[in-house]
């Protein structure tokens, strides 16, 4: 697999409003994208840290994956993110790899990424998603 770097940390977060002045009036950062991605159930703002983003993540629907995640383990890291060269390639590399993929093939996400996710079962707890332009 060609991972390049850690494209985003994903965090869980109950409401962008009252998470964002914690980003931006005490670690300094500043929200640089705010975009809702409705088929996912979720509304994210980015923040860039040197090479790598933080994604905070807003459920617009009690029963989208960042809803359900919420009220199972409350706020927090979500998933770890990488970029890859081809999401597509990345994925069934895992699946030969005896990994087990949420995603069969990437579909669209924040910033027109294509992404696709591991499940955490077979990445030692970890959601993790794969990424590519």
């Not at 890859?84 to 669209?108: P, W």
């Amino acid at each position: 697999m060609d991972i390049s770097h850690i494209e985003h940390i994903g965090i869980a977060v109950n409401s962008l409003d009252e998470a964002i002045p914690y980003y931006e009036g005490v670690l300094g950062l500043k929200c640089y994208a705010i975009e809702e991605v409705a088929d996912q159930k979720v509304k994210t703002a980015f923040f860039q840290v040197g090479g790598t983003k933080i994604e905070l993540l807003e459920s617009t629907d009690p029963e989208g994956p960042i809803g359900k995640f919420i009220e199972k383990k409350g706020q927090g890291i979500h998933h770890l993110a990488f970029a890859v060269g081809n999401a597509d390639a990345a994925l069934a590399e895992a699946a030969e790899k005896g990994v087990t993929c949420i995603d069969k093939t990437s579909r669209k996400g924040a910033e027109k990424l294509n992404i696709g996710f591991l499940h955490p079962k077979a990445t030692l707890g970890v959601l993790t998603e794969l990424c590519s332009k």
